[in-house]
């Protein structure tokens, strides 16, 4: 097997495990989204901390998060457990329709935002799929009365994540960790609140409840850590065309699982919006692909 069909197996692994992850999370659906994610955010560092500990390379974390990068780590880290804590709320509250929307969304609101912030050139076809984008958000939030809070979230803070890292220079599983480090003393407070009773009522917190919920809590961290690893690796051994475009496996699961395995309402707007956010898409590939 070709390094180049590894590396396109790894990503295309990454993408389904990403787009059928809100099974998982609906699993865990009678835990609070926020525990949901304090738990992530443990067991993420558990993971990677092993991972950068075995590997001998504490020193390359330790100058991430004793540097002047940490800054940089911080606001990546705020930025990213929005992004999280937003899409386990709608898996556990039934929005998966409109989070699949934002995942869809976000290469172009990335684009969007390198116009906006590095003065980035868009080509004519960039413009139009930007432009075509718009149109279908300004579409929907008049159709339904309400603007895709879930969809534009989780798009812009994936954008937003996206410009952070590229200002740091170190390896990313080194900043994902660090990324899960500093966020990690804040998610041990609050699961200690929870289970001892720190304004909270004591015993509140859904770990150790029953061995499904705690085994299901626990994996947490190799879900998330595991497919960035893949990721990492397949990245290494494609060509960006073809990255991009098997990103879109993900969000189309999300799409498939919400509406006939969730049963989530589509709406016309949501069937008159996804068509023509699916044509941006396909013009923004295509102008990738011929660069």
Request: proline share 4%; glycine share 10%; hydrophobic share 55%.
């Amino acid at each position: 097997m070709s390094e180049t069909t590894k590396g396109f197996l790894a990503i295309l692994s990454t993408c389904v495990i990403w787009g059928v992850c809100g099974i998982y999370y609906k699993w865990l659906s009678h835990v609070p989204p926020i525990e949901v994610l304090a738990h992530r955010t443990v067991w993420s560092f558990a993971f990677f901390g092993t991972i950068i500990l075995a590997q001998g390379r504490i020193g390359v974390l330790r100058r991430l998060l004793t540097g002047r990068s940490v800054a940089l780590v911080a606001l990546a880290a705020l930025t990213i457990s929005l992004n999280w804590f937003v899409y386990i709320w709608s898996v556990t509250y039934g929005h998966v329709v409109e989070a699949s929307l934002g995942y869809f969304i976000f290469p172009l609101v990335a684009v969007a935002l390198g116009a906006v912030v590095f003065r980035e050139r868009l080509g004519r076809a960039q413009a139009l799929a930007v432009g075509l984008a718009a149109v279908a958000v300004g579409f929907l939030t008049w159709g339904l009365g309400v603007a895709p809070w879930i969809a534009m979230t989780l798009a812009v803070t994936m954008g937003l994540y996206g410009m952070v890292k590229k200002g740091l220079h170190f390896p990313s599983d080194i900043t994902v960790t660090g990324e899960v480090a500093l966020l990690t003393p804040f998610a041990l407070a609050w699961l200690a609140a929870l289970h001892w009773g720190w304004g909270v009522p004591a015993g509140s917190g859904a770990f150790g409840s029953d061995w499904t919920t705690t085994l299901l809590l626990m994996i947490s961290g190799v879900l998330t850590g595991g497919p960035l690893v893949l990721f990492a690796y397949g990245a290494q051994r494609v060509k960006l065309g073809t990255l991009g475009i098997l990103f879109y496996v993900n969000p189309t699961l999300q799409f498939l699982i919400a509406v006939f395995l969730f049963g989530e309402p589509l709406t016309v707007w949501h069937m008159i919006a996804f068509p023509v956010i699916w044509l941006a898409l396909a013009i923004y590939s295509a102008a990738g692909f011929r660069r």
